[in-house]
């Protein structure tokens, strides 16, 4: 990762809340504590300066250094983003994709971090493939309006299957952050290693996606 920058992404073997998860995990740097929010597919981002719950939200950024801030999904797109400024987590299913939720989040974090002009750096987390998402002809039309047409494709049956991370990344690249890491997996396929809510329905726990930065000095950090 960047250097003084700590990523995390977890899914099936930990179950429980933030909190308890991180906890159990450890994460080197992070000892101010985890921020999340109800996450309610919304372009909501709030700056969070603190440890805990902080309402209703799909983004989060904060310039403390030491916070975690952690998203939680079951099909949805985590992307975690960080600037010498400050960080930022965004939960981005088609809802949030569709209102704006990612170039949001970039902004937010731009303003954060007071840095206009710094260039970023986002890691898109495992979330369902076109392989397996299928959706209506209303779905899809709004995710094309706010990314573009390539991330349709025909399924079997001719309906059509939304590559959600490719509509994230589509919308990074237009804001701005062109170095997005993270291969692709589908939450659906990989069933042994993550939750997909699509896959398991009502039973399926969450995948936690983390991002913090560490309270030593980012310069004596290896990256």
């Not at 779905?139 to 047409?149: C, L």
Request: a negative charge; charged letters at 15%.
């Amino acid at each position: 990762g960047a250097a003084g920058v700590g990523v995390m992404f977890v899914g099936r073997g930990v179950a429980g809340d933030a909190v308890e998860v991180m906890g159990r995990i450890g994460a080197d740097g992070a000892d101010r504590g985890v921020a999340w929010a109800k996450q309610v597919h919304s372009q909501r981002v709030v700056e969070v300066r603190e440890a805990g719950e902080c309402g209703q939200a799909d983004g989060l950024v904060t310039a403390e250094r030491g916070l975690a801030l952690a998203i939680v999904t079951a099909d949805c797109v985590p992307v975690l983003l960080a600037g010498t400024g400050g960080i930022a987590a965004i939960h981005a299913g088609w809802r949030g994709i569709a209102d704006g939720v990612v170039t949001a989040g970039v902004e937010a974090l731009r303003q954060a971090g007071e840095t206009q002009d710094e260039t970023l750096l986002a890691w898109v987390g495992p979330a369902i493939g076109a392989c397996c998402y299928e959706v209506g002809d209303e779905v899809a039309a709004q995710v094309v309006a706010a990314s573009g047409a390539q991330v349709v494709t025909a399924g079997p049956g001719g309906r059509p299957h939304l590559d959600l991370p490719a509509a994230v990344r589509i919308q990074l690249a237009a804001a701005g952050v062109h170095e997005a890491y993270g291969p692709p997996r589908c939450t659906q396929c990989d069933a042994a290693h993550l939750w997909s809510y699509r896959g398991q329905g009502r039973a399926a726990g969450r995948n936690y996606a983390y991002i913090w930065r560490t309270n030593s000095d980012p310069a004596a950090q290896s990256s």
